[in-house]
C-alpha cells in the first residue's frame, strides 16, 4: 500500500471542494490534493444545466458546468491534484486518510483536511410513504441526471412531492423535454425554493402547485399509476375527504437535502442536529484540531455562491493551519438560536472576528430585525427559510461587548 | 382596460403586482411592489418577458451523450418550447469549447445558442 504526505486534503470535488483547493492553494501550499468519488470534479454542476448561478460570486449570470468550469480551471491552473473515482472510506482525528479506487488501498497524511462532501437528497425512505414499490419513484437530483446528462425522460405524466429548488426545475425541464407534470405538491403554506424558481419554472409554464396537500398513497404495481393527494392541517395530517387521484407514471420527490457526514461522525466531529453538519468556529474548523468543513456538508445552501465563499474561508484557514499559522485563540461565543431562527454557522465565534453568520430562519416573516446577543440589530424587510440571512460582523459590532459573554442568542423579531 | 398581475422575482418578498394597462398596452398604474427596482422589474416583465433558454444537445461523440447548451441572452417566454422542439433536432459533432456558438440567431430570435459545456471526440 502507498503513502503520501500531502500539505491540505479536500474530501470532495464539487464547488466547495474546489473552491476550498483553490484558497489553499493561492495560500502557497505546494501539495493540495481534491479526492473525488465521482468520474470528474464539479459534483453537481454539470447536471445543473439552468442559469442562476454566480450572480452573486461572479456578478455574472452562468449555468452550472460554466460556473463549475471556472474553479475547475483554476484548480487546475494553480495546480491542484485530484484523485478521481477515489473515496475516503476512513479518516482519523490525526488527519490520516485511507482512500480507495481501482488501484486499490492508497493511505495519506495530511497536515489539515477539509471536509467538502456535500449533501445528498432526502428518499421515499425518509417520507415514509405509504402505497406500493412500483418503477418511477425517484428524487428530482435523479431525474436531473437521467434527463441532463444521460439523456432519459423518466416519464410522460408525473406529480412532484415537494417544491424544492431542484425539483422546480425539473417541473420545468420535464415540461420543456415534452412531458406533463400534472401538480407540485407542498406540504407547507408556501414553496420551499427561490422566489425565481416558483415564478419562472411554474407559473411560467402554468403547473399546478398544490399548497398544504402531500402525497398519501402511491398506486400501480410494476409502474407507478397514480397517486393519491390530500390537503393537510396546520400538523400536515391530511384532511379526511379531501383525497383526490391523480393519474401519473412518475413521481418525483423534492423533499429536502441531507448534508453527507458519516465520515465525520465516524471520527466524533461534534455535529450540530439542526444544521445536519458539523458545528465550526469562525475559521470554519471542526471540534477536531486541523479538520475544517465548508459548503453544504455543513449546512444545506440556497445558492453555490455561497458554498464558494464559506468553502474558501475553509481553505484559507486549513492553509493557514498547515503552515502553522493558526494564531493565538481568542475568546469564543456559542451562538444559540432564538425566536424565528433554526440555526446559524458558524455555531462558534472568536471575539473580533469579522465573520459572516449564515442565518437560517424557520418562517418566512416580513419587517423582522435581526439580533445578535446585543451586537448586532438590524431591521430586515422579508425573511424566508428557503434564503439564508447574511449576517456580517465586524470589529466594530464586536466592541459593543460588554464583559465576559460565552453565549449569545441570534433572534429574528417580528417588529410589533 | 386589463389588469394583469405580476410577481415580482427581484427580492424574496415576491410582491404581487397588479397592473393596470391602457387599451395601447400602455402601464397606466402599478399596485403592489413595495419599491422602484421593482417598478422596472415589473415593467420589464409586462413588456417583454424574456427568460436565458437552457436545453441539452445530443452528439455524436463518445465523450458524453449531452452538451448543455443556452441561448446568450434572454429570448422571449413565448418561445420556450419552440426552441426546445428545435434543439431536439440537432446533433454536434465535436470538438466544442465552451461559449462555441452551436446556431446562430436561433428561430429567428436574435439570439445564438451557444454550448456552456466542453465537448471531445
Known sequence: ?416 | MTKPEIICVGCPLGCRVTLTVGPDSRIENMAGNRCREGEKYVAAEFQNPARVFTATVLTESGDRRLLPVKTDRPVPKSRLKELSRAVAGMRIKPAVGIGQEIAHDILGTGANLVSTGTLSG
Request: proline fraction near 4%; hydrophobic fraction near 40%.
Open chain 1, 1 to 416: 500500500m502507498s503513502r503520501e504526505e500531502v500539505d491540505v486534503a479536500v474530501i470532495g470535488g464539487g464547488p466547495a471542494g474546489l473552491a476550498a483547493a483553490v484558497k489553499a492553494r493561492e495560500a502557497g501550499l505546494d501539495n493540495v490534493i481534491v479526492i473525488e468519488r465521482s468520474e470528474y470534479l464539479g459534483g453537481l454542476l454539470d447536471q445543473c444545466i439552468h442559469n442562476g448561478f454566480g450572480l452573486f460570486y461572479f456578478g455574472e449570470d452562468l449555468t452550472g458546468p460554466e460556473y463549475g468550469r471556472r474553479f475547475i480551471e483554476k484548480a487546475s491552473d494553480l495546480g491542484v491534484k485530484s484523485l478521481l473515482n477515489s473515496m475516503v472510506v476512513r479518516l482519523s482525528p490525526d488527519r490520516k486518510l485511507l482512500i480507495s479506487s481501482h488501484t486499490g488501498l492508497t493511505s495519506l497524511s495530511a497536515k489539515s483536511v477539509v471536509l467538502a462532501m456535500g449533501c445528498r437528497e432526502r428518499t421515499r425512505g425518509s417520507l415514509c410513504l405509504s402505497g406500493t414499490r412500483a418503477a418511477g419513484i425517484l428524487t428530482a437530483g435523479t431525474a436531473q441526471r437521467y434527463v441532463n446528462i444521460y439523456g432519459y425522460i423518466p416519464g410522460r405524466e408525473v406529480v412532484i412531492l415537494g417544491s424544492g429548488d431542484v425539483g422546480m426545475i425539473m417541473a420545468r425541464r420535464l415540461t420543456l423535454e415534452g412531458a406533463t407534470v400534472k401538480a407540485v405538491v407542498e406540504v407547507l403554506p408556501y414553496v420551499g425554493g427561490l422566489i425565481r424558481n416558483e415564478v419562472q419554472c411554474l407559473y411560467d409554464f402554468n403547473i399546478p402547485l398544490l399548497l398544504e396537500h402531500t402525497v398519501t398513497e402511491i398506486h400501480g404495481k410494476e409502474r407507478v399509476e397514480a397517486v393519491t393527494v390530500a390537503r393537510v392541517d396546520k400538523k400536515w395530517n391530511p384532511i379526511a375527504g379531501t383525497e383526490r387521484v391523480i393519474t401519473c407514471d412518475t413521481l418525483l420527490l423534492s423533499v429536502g437535502l441531507i448534508p453527507e457526514n458519516e465520515l465525520s461522525r465516524s471520527i466524533g466531529v461534534e455535529l450540530d442536529p439542526v444544521s445536519g453538519g458539523p458545528v465550526v468556529d469562525s475559521a470554519m474548523e471542526t471540534s477536531l484540531s486541523g479538520i475544517f468543513a465548508g459548503g453544504n456538508v455543513l449546512h444545506v445552501n440556497d445558492l453555490v455562491d455561497n458554498v464558494s465563499r464559506e468553502a474558501e474561508l475553509a481553505g484559507a484557514s486549513a492553509a493557514a493551519f498547515a503552515k502553522e499559522e493558526i494564531k493565538q485563540r481568542k475568546p469564543r461565543v456559542r451562538l444559540i438560536a432564538g425566536e424565528n431562527v433554526r440555526y446559524a454557522v458558524p455555531q462558534v465565534v472568536s471575539i473580533g472576528d469579522d465573520v459572516t453568520l449564515s442565518v437560517r430562519v424557520r418562517e418566512p416573516a416580513e419587517n423582522v430585525r435581526l439580533k445578535v446577543g446585543n451586537i448586532i440589530n438590524q431591521s430586515l424587510r422579508v425573511v424566508k427559510p428557503s434564503q439564508i440571512v447574511p449576517v456580517i460582523v465586524t470589529a466594530e459590532d464586536w466592541s459593543k461587548i460588554n464583559g465576559v459573554v460565552y453565549e449569545m442568542l441570534i433572534s429574528c423579531e417580528s417588529r410589533r
